[in-house]
C-alpha cells in the first residue's frame, strides 16, 4: 500500500502537528486526490501534516476503498489506515490525538467506517459528496464521541441526499453524530 506525505515548509518534528489523512474518489488515485482537495496551502500557513492515501483495486472497483472490507473479509482498510497513523507518529511526531480523516465521494463513505472502527485513533472525520453505508451504522456499537463535518449536495446521484438501499439519509446521519456527540440539535 502507498501513500503520500506533504510536509509543511520548514517542518521540524518538535512541533507535535496534527495529521489530515484525505481519501480520494473511487477510481482515483493519490494525486487526483491532492486535486479534489488541496490541503497543502492550508497545511502550510495553520502547520499539520497531510497525507494522501492510494486505494487498491477492491470489490468496490479498480483503485476504489473496499468499504465493507475491513470487516467482511475483504481489503482491511482499517488496518491499512492504523498502520499509516501508526508510521506518521512514529515518523514525523503527529501528535496521535489530532489525526483527521476527509474524503471525496468513496473516500468519503471510508471515513465513516475509520469514525466507526477506529474511534480511539481518529478525533474527526469530514466526509463530502459521501454517505454513511447502512451497515457502517447497524453493525457497530457506537459509544466515543466522535466530530463530523458532512458536506453533501441534495441532487447527488451517487450519493442520495435521502439515502438508498445502501446508505442512510443525510437526516439520519446527522441525528447519529448529534446524538453520539450529545450534541443538541438546533
Not at 454517505?131 to 466522535?146: F, G
Request: glycine share 10%; hydrophobic share 45%.
Amino acid at each position: 500500500r502507498s501513500y503520500t506525505v506533504f510536509l509543511p515548509v520548514n517542518f521540524n518534528a518538535a512541533e507535535n502537528m496534527p495529521a489530515m489523512f484525505f481519501f480520494h474518489g473511487g477510481g482515483g488515485t493519490a494525486s487526483v486526490g491532492i486535486l479534489e482537495c488541496d490541503l497543502r496551502p492550508l497545511a502550510n500557513a495553520n502547520r499539520f501534516i497531510a497525507v494522501y492515501p492510494q486505494a487498491i483495486n477492491s470489490s468496490s472497483g479498480t483503485n476504489s476503498w473496499d468499504c465493507r472490507g475491513d470487516y467482511y473479509g475483504g481489503i482491511d482498510e482499517g488496518g491499512f489506515m492504523s498502520a499509516m497513523i501508526d508510521v506518521v507518529i512514529a515518523d514525523y511526531n503527529v501528535d496521535a490525538k489530532r489525526v483527521y480523516a476527509g474524503g471525496y465521494s468513496l473516500g468519503g463513505s471510508i471515513v465513516y467506517d475509520f469514525a466507526a472502527y477506529l474511534p480511539d485513533r481518529v478525533a474527526a472525520i469530514a466526509p463530502v459528496a459521501a454517505n454513511m453505508w447502512e451497515w457502517t451504522l447497524s453493525d457497530v456499537n457506537w459509544t466515543t464521541p466522535i466530530a463530523c463535518l458532512h458536506i453533501l449536495g441534495t441532487n447527488d446521484f451517487y450519493a442520495p441526499y435521502n439515502g438508498n438501499a445502501y446508505s442512510i439519509s443525510t437526516a439520519a446521519q446527522n441525528a447519529h453524530f448529534v446524538g453520539l456527540n450529545g450534541a443538541v440539535d438546533p
